[in-house]
């Protein structure tokens, strides 16, 4: 019953968007959308492209930076987290094995927005090699995040735009607040 009750917030979501998208002035919007898809096509693969590129760049560049070498059995412990989720619970208890040399590098870090938009009060950002590569994670995610969403919106039907557009849109305007208020 729990697992239906899961179900609820996103359906609810769909039908909300199905019911918006009827709406005259937002079927308006989706009609100028779809006058404008190479435009928002456009835009939403550069804007993809390039947050890609200074969101994994950056993650590099943290990896040569700051990261250690792994030793056999943590790349095996890493394959066998990342395969978990594709598989059954009962993979759990199984063994990983990489066959051969493997070789990899491990970093993590963390920020909060307040050290953030310290560093980018301060200057630091401009001076310190550390924020800016920080600095350029956070925007290139933002980027990327932003990219991935103007494809279905620029595409999808009305109830697609209106879910998709809402969702980027909610999640942009509370970044945005969290920076602001930090």
């Known amino acids: 019953m729990r697992q239906l ?3 609820g917030g996103p359906l609810l979501a769909v039908l909300a968007a199905v019911v918006l998208s009827e709406l005259p002035p937002v079927s308006a919007l ?3 959308i ?3 898809e190479t435009a928002f096509l456009l835009t939403g693969g550069a804007l993809f492209a390039l947050g890609l590129a200074l969101f994994i760049g950056a993650t590099i560049k943290l990896a040569m930076d700051h990261g250690r070498a792994l030793e056999h059995a943590a790349v095996e412990e890493a394959e066998r987290s990342m395969r978990i989720a594709a598989r059954p619970v009962t993979a759990r208890a199984s063994f990983y094995r ?7 590098r491990g970093a ?6 307040r050290d953030l938009k310290s560093a980018w009060r301060t200057g630091a950002v401009r001076h310190n090699p550390e924020w800016r590569r920080r600095s350029l994670t956070v925007v290139g995610a ?6 991935a969403c103007l494809v279905p919106v620029a595409v999808g039907p009305a109830w697609v735009k209106v879910l998709v557009g809402g969702a980027l849109a909610y999640a942009l305007g ?6 602001w208020r930090s």
């Open 142 to 147: 933002l980027l990327l995040m932003t990219g």
């Open 30 to 32: 989706a009609g100028w």
């Open 98 to 104: 990489v066959l051969g040399h493997a070789a990899g």
């Open 34 to 36: 779809e006058s404008c």
């Open 108 to 113: 993590s870090e963390s920020f909060g927005l």
């Open 174 to 179: 509370r970044t945005a607040s969290s920076f």
């Open 5 to 7: 009750a899961g179900f």
